[in-house]
């Protein structure tokens, strides 16, 4: 069985199955309760399947870009698992998840969530017969650049302030899915190890990171009051 992770938003989830059909999947809603609740959330899903940790044989993690606590926690709670079990360890964009969760055959989805000072994350993908298409890389956007560069996506996923967001759906001619609806969930993280293109093997684990997409806002801050990057920095103010 696997074992899927994902703390890229407030709105934490963990998923144990075979596939995203049979799994078994808790949430943790509030990003201070990440820390406390996510080892306890394994447990209630272990108990839940009537298993133990031997019955898992890998583990799934959202890698980001997002929150820098959820990601840091959820990267440290898969590492420790990871090393102690000698189990693989796969990966995959928390954009690629919001977008997976909403998408049809043949759509292309464009996914974005706040990257604050009015910027968005942003990914767009394209879904197959089983194969997943990396349409737009994740990276940081300004909303008006994202409408130029002419997506056509058929859906548009994901969170966003309400200025940005409205530049979105007017530019693309498309409503965003919010809320539930548009946000990862680890079943649907457990399921893109299904697909071609949907995660990726994190070979060696020592000294892997999450991709937080910028650094957090109290790093950032810093570096720009100081004019220099914070010791062992994740990435530099933008």
């Given at each position: 069985?696997?074992?899927?992770?994902?703390?890229?938003?407030?709105?934490?989830?963990?998923?144990?199955?075979?596939?995203?059909?049979?799994?078994?999947?808790?949430?943790?809603?509030?990003?201070?309760?990440?820390?406390?609740?996510?080892?306890?959330?394994?447990?209630?899903?272990?108990?839940?399947?009537?298993?133990?940790?031997?019955?898992?044989?890998?583990?799934?993690?959202?890698?980001?870009?997002?929150?820098?606590?959820?990601?840091?926690?959820?990267?440290?709670?898969?590492?420790?698992?990871?090393?102690?079990?000698?189990l693989p360890l796969w990966i995959a964009p928390s954009l690629l998840v919001r977008a997976r969760g909403v998408a049809r055959p043949g759509e292309t989805v464009l996914a974005v969530a706040n990257a604050l000072r009015g910027e968005l994350y942003a990914a767009a993908y394209r879904f197959g017969d089983g194969t997943i298409h990396e349409v737009l890389a994740p990276s940081v956007y300004r909303p008006a650049a994202l409408v130029e560069l002419r997506l056509r996506p058929d859906r548009l996923v994901g969170e966003a302030p309400a200025v940005e967001a409205r530049v979105l759906e007017d530019g693309l001619e498309r409503r965003m899915i919010t809320g539930e609806e548009g946000a990862p969930r680890a079943r649907v993280l457990l399921g893109l190890a299904d697909e071609d293109g949907g995660v990726a093997r994190v070979d060696p684990v020592e000294g892997w990171h999450p991709e937080y997409g910028r650094p957090a806002e109290a790093q950032a801050r810093w570096e720009a009051a100081h004019g220099r990057p914070l010791p062992d920095s994740v990435g530099h103010a933008g």
């Open positions: 069985m696997r074992l899927a992770i994902e703390t890229a938003t407030d709105r934490a989830s963990v998923a144990l199955g075979g596939s995203a059909a049979d799994a078994v999947e808790r949430t943790i809603a509030g990003a201070r309760r990440h820390a406390a609740e996510l080892l306890p959330a394994i447990d209630a899903l272990l108990r839940e399947r009537r298993v133990g940790l031997a019955a898992v044989t890998s583990i799934v993690l959202s890698d980001g870009p997002g929150s820098f606590t959820g990601l840091r926690v959820g990267a440290a709670v898969a590492k420790a698992l990871v090393q102690a079990r000698e």
